[in-house]
């Protein structure tokens, strides 16, 4: 918390055993290869891939966003209320060309004394300034004003297979090039926000109702699917119980408490 507080950042060695590791990674690339196949692939120019809405896309994944180390980061950045906006996967392939520098809270026209969002890149390989390690810019999550920074300005985030990057979400970042002759560089995106702001991924209506009908309800608050300080409501603002589209929500009544139209 020290270092996020100063650098805006911090590395997190073993953060996933070994065998966590491998698995997610091996999924990642499973996923990847399929979405290729069946025309879903999301490229980046010129042959990065994202991967979208993971949680729809195996339960080691969901499970990665109840880690220990979440709870422990996202409490201390955004509140204990924090909740899940997207968790992604990328692919950052041999000639990749560098991601622009961006702050993830760069939706919001002003600067922040406290950050709204926050993110975590789970290593799935060796992170290293030739592989295309995340680029960042220490120290510009202090920076009121954006100002503009060129890969001169920046690091590459390094750190063996199963280590955690956390940064901050004001912070300046980009995927970095990857500037090996064959070597994928592969990690996984999950991306935290305070409970009132509008999350990237929309999963009231992505998420897959097989996983909605099974997930623990733990998960699913880190979802929105509970109702926070009154905000996402369907009704009365202080029900405890998870959220469901309403099969018979009321309508334009009478007086006496007779169905009308107007």
């Given at each position: 918390?020290?270092?996020?507080?100063?650098?805006?950042?911090?590395?997190?060695?073993?953060?996933?055993?070994?065998?966590?590791?491998?698995r997610l990674r091996e999924r990642v690339v499973e996923q990847?290869?399929?979405e290729v196949a069946t025309g879903q692939a999301f490229r980046e120019p010129p042959d990065n891939q994202r991967i979208w809405m993971m949680v729809n896309k195996g339960a080691m994944f969901r499970d990665l966003v109840l880690h220990p180390l979440v709870a422990e980061t996202m409490t201390g950045l955004l509140s204990p209320d924090y909740l899940l906006?997207?968790?992604?996967?990328?692919?950052?392939?041999?000639?990749?060309?560098?991601?622009?520098?961006?702050?993830?809270?760069?939706?919001?026209?002003?600067?922040?004394?406290?950050?709204?969002?926050a993110n975590i890149a789970w290593m799935l390989d060796d992170f290293s300034?030739?592989?295309?390690?995340?680029?960042?810019?220490?120290g510009s999550h202090l920076?009121?004003?954006?100002?503009?920074?060129?890969?001169?300005?920046?690091?590459?985030?390094?750190?063996?297979?199963?280590?955690?990057?956390?940064?901050?979400?004001?912070?300046?970042?980009?995927?970095?090039?990857?500037?090996?002759?064959?070597?994928?560089?592969?990690?996984?995106?999950s991306y935290y926000c305070r409970p009132f702001v509008r999350q990237q991924e929309n999963f009231f209506l992505g998420l897959h109702p097989a996983v909605l009908a099974q997930e623990r309800d733990e998960f699913l608050r880190r979802l929105g699917y509970f109702i926070w300080a009154g905000l996402g409501r369907t009704n009365v603002p202080g029900d405890k119980s998870r959220l469901a589209a309403m099969s018979d929500p009321t309508g334009p009544l009478d007086a006496r408490g007779n169905a009308i139209t107007c």
């Open positions: 918390m020290e270092d996020l507080a100063r650098h805006g950042y911090c590395v997190v060695a073993d953060a996933l055993s070994r065998e966590q590791c491998a990847a290869k399929g906006s997207s968790l992604t996967a990328n692919i950052a392939r041999p000639g990749g060309t560098p991601m622009y520098l961006h702050r993830d809270q760069g939706y919001i026209d002003f600067w922040t004394p406290k950050p709204v969002v300034d030739v592989n295309g390690g995340t680029r960042l810019v220490p920076e009121r004003e954006n100002r503009k920074y060129t890969l001169e300005d920046t690091i590459a985030a390094e750190g063996p297979a199963g280590a955690a990057l956390v940064f901050d979400g004001r912070l300046f970042h980009g995927t970095g090039p990857n500037r090996t002759p064959a070597e994928e560089r592969h990690a996984i995106l």
